[in-house]
């Protein structure tokens, strides 16, 4: 059965309310991860994003613009050019939460042997499992 939710804030991330619930959800899309680092040095207009995060489609990161300039953690400025340009940076918000995401990284970075070391011994025993 699930828990109703209260209108307080909680400290329990199980509860729908809890704040840590939003900041989960904030980053748990997978471009806002790589979208706050690639500001954390200045500004940087639409296109300059869009080279460096390879894979991204222009619809997706401007949805993704969007959505973080509404919460708070981009802000976007009119370059006041013909034809419009805009640039992005990091809010004050934006950059508490990537001090988050630097360290985050730098946990990956330091453990992606292991976890692939994981992976690699979970599938070998599914795969004699499934003899």
């Not at 296109?47 to 953690?73: A, C, F, H, P, Y």
Request: aromatic share 4%; charged share 25%.
């Amino acid at each position: 059965m699930k828990k109703p939710s209260s209108a307080q804030p909680s400290g329990d991330v199980f509860d729908a309310a809890c704040p840590s619930r939003r900041a989960l959800e904030l980053i748990a899309g997978k471009w806002v991860p790589l979208i706050l680092p690639a500001l954390e040095h200045g500004p940087l207009r639409n296109n300059e994003l869009l080279r460096k995060l390879d894979g991204i489609s222009q619809k997706v990161m401007t949805q993704t613009l969007r959505e973080l300039e509404r919460q708070g953690l981009v802000l976007r400025e009119d370059l006041g050019t013909v034809p419009p340009h805009v640039s992005y940076r990091l809010s004050e918000l934006g950059a508490s939460l990537n001090v988050a995401l630097i360290a985050l990284d730098r946990w990956a970075e330091t453990h992606h042997a292991a976890l692939d070391a994981a992976a690699r011994r979970h599938d070998a025993q599914a795969a004699r499992r499934a003899r």
